[in-house]
Antibody, heavy 116, light 107 residues
Framework: EVQLVESGGGFVQPGGSLRLSCAAS????????MSWVRQAPGKGLEWVAN????????NYVDSVKGRFTISSDNAKNSVYLQMNSLRAEDTAVYYC?????????WGQGALVTVSS | DIRMTQSPSTLSASVGDRVTITCRAS??????LAWYQQKPGKAPNLLIY???VLESGVPSRFSGSGSGTEFTLTISSLQPEDFATYYC?????????FGQGTKVEIK
C-alpha cells in the first residue's frame, strides 16, 4: 500500500524557517518524481514544487522561488521542503504527492502557520 | 501562468442527478487536464487525467471531456459519497495550476 506521511509542520513567525519531511513507502521511491502542493485555509490547491527521481531537476512556483528548496533522499525514501523567509501568505496545509504532472497519491498534509 | 476557471463555484444537486462541472483554461492546454475530488479534512483524490482517462478504481459514473480551453467533468448519477469539492488542474506548462474548485452540495 502506498503511503506518504508528512511531518515538520507547525507555527512560525514571519521571516522564520521550517523544514517539512515526507516519508514514502509501498512503492519504488527512486522511480517517481515527487511534488509538494499546498492549500491555504478555506482556499483552493496550489502546486508548489517538484523534483525528479535523481534530484537533477527541480521546479517551483514563482511565489516560492529563492525561498523554498525541494530535495529528496532515495536511501531514506523521503522528500523534503525547506522553507525560509516565511510569510503570512505561506500559511497552508502542505501535501506531499507522488507524480510529476498529476498526483495519484497524497499524504495527509502538514499544517504550516506563519503568524506573529 | 495559465489561469483555470471553474463554473459553477457551488452546485446544489440531489442523489441521482446528472452533474456537469466546467473548467476553462486561459490558453490552450491540449488535453493535459486532470480532475480531483476533495472531501473536508482530506487530501485530494485523482479522478481523471489527460481529460478523459479514468484513474484506476474510480467509478464509471465519472467522465471527462474537452480539449484546448474548455473541459467538463460529468457525474452521470450523483451518489451520496460524491458530495465534495472538485478541482481541475492543467499540466500543459509550468507552473501547474488548479481551478478554484466547485463544491457539490446536497439540495
Amino acid at each position: 500500500e502506498v503511503q506518504l506521511v508528512e511531518s515538520g509542520g507547525g507555527f512560525v513567525q514571519p521571516g522564520g524557517s521550517l523544514r517539512l519531511s515526507c516519508a514514502a513507502s509501498g512503492f519504488t521511491f527512486s522511480s517517481f518524481w515527487m511534488s509538494w502542493v499546498r492549500q491555504a485555509p478555506g482556499k483552493g490547491l496550489e502546486w508548489v514544487a517538484n523534483i525528479k527521481q535523481d534530484g537533477s531537476e527541480k521546479n517551483y512556483v514563482d511565489s516560492v522561488k529563492g525561498r523554498f528548496t525541494i530535495s529528496s533522499d532515495n536511501a531514506k525514501n523521503s522528500v523534503y521542503l525547506q522553507m525560509n523567509s516565511l510569510r503570512a501568505e505561506d500559511t497552508a496545509v502542505y501535501y506531499c504527492a507522488r507524480g510529476t504532472q498529476i498526483f495519484d497519491y497524497w499524504g495527509q498534509g502538514a499544517l504550516v502557520t506563519v503568524s506573529s | 501562468d495559465i489561469r483555470m476557471t471553474q463554473s459553477p463555484s457551488t452546485l446544489s444537486a440531489s442523489v441521482g442527478d446528472r452533474v456537469t462541472i466546467t473548467c476553462r483554461a486561459s490558453q490552450s492546454i491540449s488535453s493535459w487536464l486532470a480532475w480531483y475530488q476533495q472531501k473536508p479534512g482530506k487530501a485530494p483524490n485523482l479522478l481523471i487525467y489527460k481529460t478523459s482517462v479514468l484513474e484506476s478504481g474510480v467509478p464509471s459514473r465519472f467522465s471527462g471531456s474537452g480539449s484546448g480551453t474548455e473541459f467538463t467533468l460529468t457525474i452521470s448519477s450523483l451518489q451520496p459519497e460524491d458530495f465534495a469539492t472538485y478541482y481541475c488542474q492543467q499540466y500543459n506548462s509550468y507552473p501547474w495550476t488548479f481551478g478554484q474548485g466547485t463544491k457539490v452540495e446536497i439540495k
